[in-house]
């Protein structure tokens, strides 16, 4: 090497030096762990207030001083909501569904947590240290999709917060929660109304697609004023927009302010005409949707549990009901003791079936596709009862018509 280069590179080396050294001073990331006093929140959190097509979604998040990092973070998921005005979680305080713990900044919810398609979720991320400090929580949420086909029948929303008749202590924000009894999203997203006259027709504040279960508005004047009456309702909307199905109505007495309000207004808040809401029906069980009210009808449809649908009608002692099914949106019969039935099941009419089929030209009875259980005897079992498993037949036993 010759020994005239040596100054240049002897300069080129200390230059080298003095940046990595004015690197290191801008806190380039480092293996170092947070003390509690360094400790702080959590950045760019992702999803919030998305929709995602996946009953796994991964959240992700970021940790915003390179100087440090935490020894974990501790993360929490409900299916309410946590943002409500504190003062309330003293008599509701927010239940978590899943907690975990991680070392990374994203994290996949586990399939065995069971989220529902259609529904609002929030979650929470904190940051902590091995011995047990924390540092601030950072909250976001999401919906589950898919949104629903646009040949979908919606069913309407149940309103749930603030409780229908009550006076509602929103110092910041309004806030009004609903859940979404369809298995999907509503294509259209939501409609949101309310209004000072329980015909709404003078609209205060109004919002459409909306696609969470929940909204947020400001409390303050000019839009609201104190212990003032106000009506609410949510319409569910098909893809397109178009007449939707509405909420049934609810009322709340307006406190932002924190002063009592007149108690001659509470007796006014109950609507003078409840809605009814129509019927509805939940699968419990994995069912059958057959062609009449009977194990001896052919099987037109498979149910999961979960599933919401239309009640259209039942049998004479209201062991089966009339349904419309979301699968192939097909009418059907499913036996009485595999589903949850709610609405006003009191103007559910009767349906009379046409006589189940006969044996067939052979001389045997209709196949009811229980062979599709052949490798497991307790689905098989456990079939909406009308298949059992036969060990006798051989090699391996098979699942056949009871």
Known sequence: MSHRHLPKRLGFVCALAFLLASLAGCYLPTD????????????????????????TPTLSWSYPDPSCHPDHYLLTLYD?????????????PPVPIHRAQTTETDYRIPAEVGLLSGTTYFWEVMTATDSGESGGRVISWFTVGPRCHADTRLLPPLLEYPPNGQAAYFPGSVDLEWDNQNACLPAGGFRIEISTQEDFSSLVWYADARFQEITWISSHPPLFEDCQQYFWRVQAN?????????????????????????????????PHE????????????????????????????????GQVMPVEGQNQDRSWWYVLSPNAQVRCWVSARLLDVSGDIERVPLVEASPPPGPTETGTEPSFNCAQYNTDPTSCNNAANFCVWDSSIQPNGACVNR
Request: glycine share 8%; with cysteine.
């Open 80 to 92: 309410q909501d946590v943002i409500r005005w504190p003062n309330d979680y003293l008599e509701h």
């Open 238 to 270: 098909p893809e397109g927009g178009g007449a939707g199905v509405y909420s049934e109505t609810w009322s709340f007495i307006l406190m932002y302010t924190g002063f009592f309000c007149p108690l001659d207004l509470f007796p006014t808040l109950i």
């Open 274 to 305: 409840p809605i009814r809401l129509p019927p509805s029906a939940t699968v419990e069980e994995a069912a059958s949707c057959r062609a009449g009210p009977g194990l001896d009808y052919p099987i037109i449809d498979y149910l999961e549990p």
């Open 32 to 55: 170092e762990p947070c003390t509690a006093d360094e400790l702080t929140w959590v950045a760019d959190v992702s999803p919030v207030g998305a929709v995602v097509d996946t009953l």
